[in-house]
């Protein structure tokens, strides 16, 4: 009756194994599932920083065309005051 109770056991004990191993199959996979639309959502988030960035630089460009770089120097300050 040993012999049988430390099969049992025995079995048991591969059966939570598999069990173990299944869990961490399936936990990996989702895993990668999660990091592969992570990745999707960086690089939207790239596609639209690129247009942005696009946009910042034409408005630096108009900036600088106004009348307000005519100007060379400052008006001088009146110290008399």
Same mark, same amino acid.
């Given at each position: ?9 025995? #079995? ?15 936990? #990996? ?53």
């Amino acid at each position: 009756m040993k012999a049988s109770g430390e099969a049992g056991a025995l #079995h048991q004990d591969l059966n939570l194994r598999l069990l173990l191993v299944g869990v961490l199959a399936v936990f #990996h996979r989702v895993l990668k599932i999660l990091d592969t639309l992570a990745q999707a959502f960086a690089e939207i988030g790239n596609l639209t920083g690129t247009k942005n960035q696009h946009r910042d630089e034409t408005n630096y460009q108009e900036f600088w065309k106004t009348k307000f770089t005519q100007h060379k120097r400052p008006p001088p300050v009146d110290s008399s005051r």
